[in-house]
């Protein structure tokens, strides 16, 4: 869908209008209440959205519209058909994961907003990382959303014209797609523009990922996977940053970027940010030490995320071999489809990493950072940080058959932070 989209009766909402927006439709007024009373905030902080939250003696409530560019950059114009792509995503997984989303009162498609629940105390779970605070229920929360929405939208549960159907709904969303192929597997490996990293402190590594072909190359497998193989309906942006936290609930949010692709790369994206969490941390004591045992709880963390969500997708495929990818009933001999799953979940993995390492990249030399290490106020000890999380990211995708397991991993990065970088 071209960038050009935008209806007829589109215009940006303002804190000003958001009483009128809610008085025209009797789904959110019913929500709402009386609208003379409600608390109006702009709270959108990303690149691509405004976020409005409405508050009254009755509920409250949150506003998402897509603006039609992006927010830092004007003249990158952006098509405003992702909120449909996000609401349907929503919708779709709705049956399955719907106590990990937050919940959707209604979608305009002149205006192309979103109106759900606000989440509350939900704090976006970035910021609660930076801040060393654990999250004792996550892994088994989001390992859980991962399993059953890659499982339930593939080719292992649905048959064939399902999937396919389901497909047409997504396969336009090739504007976000291609804002994907471009910053995380093409630009941090030539020279671009957009392309910034903290410099001069690793302008070297920076020349050094220019002139490695076998990492280009690697890049390279891993854009065409993200291109062509179509294993199941993916986030498409399963971050830290699209993910809101309390003590003991997990809801993920924003799914614009929705399409199907291959299952890693949300598996990816999410050990990736984990990772620069973990490797970001040494930059935020206040004393040598501080964060110790919140990194090495980060680590577990990633090893217990795996571990569940390998376990869970298992356990889905033994409960529901209905799909047209392996017909039950053509397999007498039940070890058969079990070492088949160890192969294709190996597989999966594999990529996994191959796309965690190119997030890494990514968002140390690319366009759009993390604040894990960009709130890292000195630049040398954020270039130390980033450096070392550079060397992970890079292994992961030019050696990824070493990891031959998630431990495997976990132990190199623990090496890699231990080592001594000097400018």
Avoid at 224 to 253: A, C, P, R, Y
Wanted: some cysteine; overall charge neutral; aromatic content about 12%.
């Amino acid at each position: 869908m071209s960038s050009n989209f935008r209806p007829k009766n589109y215009t940006p909402l303002e804190v000003s209008t958001i009483k009128n927006f809610i008085e025209k439709s009797e789904k959110i007024k019913n929500i709402i209440g009386d609208t003379n009373e409600i608390e109006v905030k702009e709270v959108g902080d990303g690149n691509l959205n405004l976020v409005f939250f409405v508050e009254s003696k009755k509920n409250s409530i949150c506003i998402k519209q897509p603006l039609p560019y992006l927010r830092v950059l004007k003249d990158w114009p952006l098509t405003l058909k992702r909120s449909y792509y996000e609401a349907e995503y929503m919708k779709t997984h709705s049956e399955h994961v719907s106590e990990l989303m937050p919940k959707i009162y209604d979608f305009d498609s002149e205006l192309c907003t979103i109106t759900m629940e606000k989440l509350s105390p939900h704090i976006i779970m970035r910021h609660g990382l930076i801040n060393g605070i654990t999250y004792e229920k996550f892994a088994e929360d989001i390992s859980t959303f991962m399993a059953k929405t890659l499982f339930f939208t593939s080719d292992l549960y649905l048959k064939a014209h399902q999937k396919k159907e389901l497909n047409t709904k997504f396969i336009l969303n090739t504007e976000l797609c291609k804002i994907t192929e471009d910053l995380i597997f093409t630009d941090p490996y030539m020279y671009n523009k957009n392309n910034r990293w903290t410099s001069p402190y690793l302008d070297k590594q920076k020349k050094e990922i220019e002139n490695n072909n076998d990492l280009k190359i690697a890049v390279s497998r891993l854009k065409i996977k993200f291109m062509t193989e179509t294993q199941s309906l993916l986030h498409g942006d399963l971050h830290t940053g699209s993910i809101m936290v309390s003590e003991n609930d997990t809801k993920v949010i924003d799914p614009e970027f929705a399409f199907y692709g291959p299952m890693g790369f949300d598996i990816g994206a999410l050990i990736a940010n984990l990772l620069m969490n973990y490797f970001s941390q040494n930059g935020h004591e206040k004393n040598p030490g501080d964060r110790k045992y919140f990194k090495k709880w980060i680590l577990n963390l990633i090893i217990e995320i795996w571990n569940k969500f390998e376990n869970k997708f298992s356990n889905l495929w033994d409960e529901y071999p209905q799909g047209d990818a392996y017909p039950f009933k053509m397999f007498d001999n039940k070890n058969i489809i079990k070492n088949e799953q160890i192969n294709y979940l190996q597989n999966i993995y594999n990529d996994s990493l191959g796309f965690a390492g190119a997030k890494i990249i990514r968002r140390i030399f690319g366009f759009a950072h993390n604040i894990d290490f960009d709130w890292i106020k000195d630049p040398k000890d954020r270039a130390i940080c980033e450096h070392k999380c550079t060397n992970l990211g890079i292994e992961m995708q030019t050696n990824f058959h070493k990891f031959k397991n998630i431990s495997n991993l976990i132990e190199t990065a623990i090496k890699l932070d231990s080592e001594n970088v000097n400018f």
